[in-house]
């Protein structure tokens, strides 16, 4: 969930912001260090995509919708660094011109969204995937479901130490209603991999920075 | 196709619309800061009420259609309030978040409306790491479009085959978007050389 502006409070928004500043630089650096030029249009896209599959409705059943993060799949095809650094882009468009979220709420939510579905859930990716990597299916819809359950827990820790709800009456309705929209991001992520298997494998052998 | 564009009231001649994109951009953040920091009393809210009214008419935005937007954001608040109550947190306590959000929303609004987003990336073009951003959010703005129009065009083309699109179409769908966005960036690419683009670090 995107938190907007006016909800948390100075410690909670400076602390996050000044922490996904931080990451940002980092991964500025490293993308620019190690990035060849050839891909920048690819890396420009890849950020319109993202964009894309946040602001369509996924249908599911019995009649709702849901939308999703896409943010993992593309730290698993551009890698970590890129998928945080075009996610932090996406979350500061979609606060100026569609209002999801917030300006000075961008450090809490690139730190919920881009942080953990892009970088934190991509190195338990590779670590588990090496000790098991016969349930590699699995594991890509364990940790999407993983990264919006995640996602969600530290939405309601950054709002309580906000005073606005309390974290132990609060956690388990947020996490509830995640639960969908993180299992059907697992499904899409792991039917969108498999479609890049069938169709395109070159996508999956880009270089991930 | 039509699409609803975020800028269009940034064309119009108002008071806004002539400010440098930098200078309101630095004023949006110094705003949000104040609200942050803004104590719980009614008075301190009305001054920055009043100047939003002013400043939406001077910039020629019809008021209908800015408070329509604004309304965007309830879904989101209500979560909030559901939470609220659920915790038995001080409801006043809320309600004076609720203000400061909604003031947050109508200034960020306010600026998207009347820049015009072109000229708002440029401010990275000339910085010292801003060249990649300055691409990457010209992209996105230009890209976003096209790739809406694609999945359109897809989705009709499905519909006219017969094909009621349900959960595992719509991913396909999305795949086979990606599939087309990097042949796209492929082209993208050819096009920007033969422009005079020039590869460097």
């Not at chain 1, 409070?9 to 060849?36: A, E, H, M, P, Q």
């Not at chain 1, 953990?116 to 890509?140: A, S, T």
């Not at chain 1, 993180?182 to 792991?190: K, L, P, Q």
């Not at chain 2, 998207?112 to 073009?125: A, C, D, P, V």
Request: hydrophobic share 50%; glycine share 6%; with cysteine.
């Amino acid at each position: 969930m995107h938190i907007p502006d006016g909800f948390l409070d100075f410690k909670v928004v400076s602390g996050t912001n000044l922490f996904s500043f931080l990451t940002l630089i980092y991964s500025l650096k490293r993308i620019l260090k190690k990035l060849k030029p050839e891909r920048v249009p690819l890396l420009g896209i890849s950020c319109a995509f993202i964009f894309l599959i946040q602001a369509i409705s996924f249908p599911v059943p019995y009649g709702t919708s849901v939308h999703l993060s896409g943010i993992f799949l593309i730290s698993l095809i551009l890698g970590p660094f890129s998928s945080f650094f075009l996610s932090f882009f996406t979350l500061f468009l979609s606060a100026i011109i569609l209002g999801h979220g917030g300006i000075l709420t961008i450090g809490a939510n690139s730190f919920n969204l881009s942080f953990i579905g892009g970088i934190f859930c991509f190195y338990i990716y590779k670590f588990l995937e090496k000790i098991l990597p016969k349930i590699k299916y699995f594991l890509i819809f364990f940790i999407s479901f993983l990264s919006i359950i995640l996602g969600s827990i530290f939405c309601t820790f950054f709002l309580s130490i906000s005073g606005k709800i309390s974290f132990s009456k609060s956690i388990l309705p947020m996490v509830i209603s995640h639960t969908v929209a993180g299992i059907v991001e697992g499904i899409f992520v792991v039917l969108t991999i498999k479609f890049f298997e069938k169709v395109k494998p070159e996508i999956l052998k880009i270089e991930k920075i | 196709m039509k699409h609803h564009f975020i800028d269009r009231f940034s064309y119009e001649k108002g008071f806004l619309q002539n400010l440098s994109p930098s200078f309101k951009f630095l004023i949006l953040i110094f705003l949000l800061i104040i609200f942050l920091l803004l104590p719980k009393k009614i008075i301190f809210y009305l001054p920055f009420i009043l100047i939003i009214l002013i400043l939406i008419s001077i910039s020629k935005i019809p008021l209908k259609y800015f408070l329509k937007r604004i309304l965007i954001i309830f879904p989101f608040l209500l979560i909030i309030f559901l939470l609220s109550v659920l915790s038995n947190k001080n409801f006043q306590n809320f309600l004076y978040s609720l203000l400061k959000s909604i003031l947050s929303i109508s200034y960020i609004f306010l600026f998207s409306l009347t820049t015009k987003m072109e000229e708002f990336f440029k401010i990275f073009e000339n910085k010292k790491y801003g060249k990649l951003i300055f691409l990457i959010f010209s992209f996105l703005y230009r890209y976003f479009f096209i790739l809406y129009d694609e999945f359109e065009r897809i989705k009709r083309a499905m519909i006219s085959k017969g094909k009621n699109p349900n959960f595992k179409e719509y991913t396909i769908l999305s795949g086979n978007i990606f599939v087309r966005s990097y042949e796209r960036s492929e082209r993208v690419l050819r096009a920007m050389i033969s422009k005079g683009w020039k590869i460097e670090n």
